[in-house]
């Protein structure tokens, strides 16, 4: 049974293009986030929502926008994609907002060409 | 501003014991967290400090002082497969969770 699951685990594209990964939880938590995690494997948030609603939206592009039809679920659709958004993306999930202990997806690795 | 510092990297021995130190200042605290990571692999969760003091988990042990704004991760009896990244984090007062940017720990035979 998948905790955290992410599609696709692996994405390559070009620049310019528009592409989504999607994220769901079944441990019926409350709060989920996306993080981004370059090359140099330094681990950063990017959103994160609370019953569907989004509680921290760091500084991105606004490219980026991520959406939760319901609170298993947040995805993150990315627009005119860059060479810079090349990342591996982690979707993650935890009981409430003041929980820290969070369970991570796979990942989906992003490569941008 | 928020920070959370730990060693870029860490090299120890198979059957050695390991600490991997964490400091923090951070706006407000409600708890610190270790978690592991393999090459490739997602963040899993280790342990969690809230209070001062030391706790034991296994092999794996971790202590906090709030006052010092300091942790560490103990690694006992070191196996191969400890060789992974340890991340630091802190949840604010906002209850938002801080990130170092981890320490690579490469075990040798």
């Known amino acids: 049974d998948t905790a955290v699951s992410q599609t696709p685990k692996y994405l390559v594209t070009q620049m310019g293009n528009d592409k989504s990964i999607k994220c769901e939880q079944n441990?019926?938590?409350?709060?989920m986030y996306w993080y981004k995690q370059d090359s140099k494997k330094f681990l950063k948030i990017m959103f994160s929502?609370?019953?569907?609603?989004?509680?921290i939206n760091e500084t991105v592009p606004n490219r980026f926008s991520p959406k939760s039809p319901d609170k298993a679920h947040l995805n993150l659709h990315i627009n005119s994609l860059e060479l810079g958004d090349s990342a591996v993306y982690f979707c993650?999930?935890?009981?409430?907002?003041?929980?820290?202990?969070?369970?991570f997806g796979p990942g989906t690795r992003l490569t941008v060409t | 501003g928020q920070n959370i510092d730990q060693p870029t990297e860490m090299t120890a021995t198979e059957g050695a014991i390991v600490q991997i130190n964490c400091t923090y200042q951070?706006?407000?605290?409600?708890?610190l967290f270790w978690y592991q990571q393999h090459a490739g692999e997602a963040p899993t969760f280790l342990s969690y400090?809230?209070l001062d003091g030391l706790e034991e988990k296994g092999r794996f042990s971790s202590f906090l002082s709030r006052s010092k704004g300091y942790s560490y991760l103990l690694l006992k009896e070191l196996q191969m497969k400890d060789s992974a990244s340890y991340l630091c984090?802190?949840?604010?007062?906002?209850?938002?969770?801080?990130w170092g940017a981890g320490t690579k720990l490469i075990i040798k035979p």
């Open positions: 441990l019926g938590h409350d709060t």
């Open positions: 929502y609370n019953n569907k609603e989004l509680i």
């Open positions: 951070t706006s407000g605290f409600n708890g």
């Open positions: 984090a802190v949840t604010d007062s906002n209850y938002q969770l801080i």
């Open positions: 993650a999930s935890s009981p409430r907002v003041e929980v820290g202990e969070q369970y």
């Open positions: 400090n809230v």
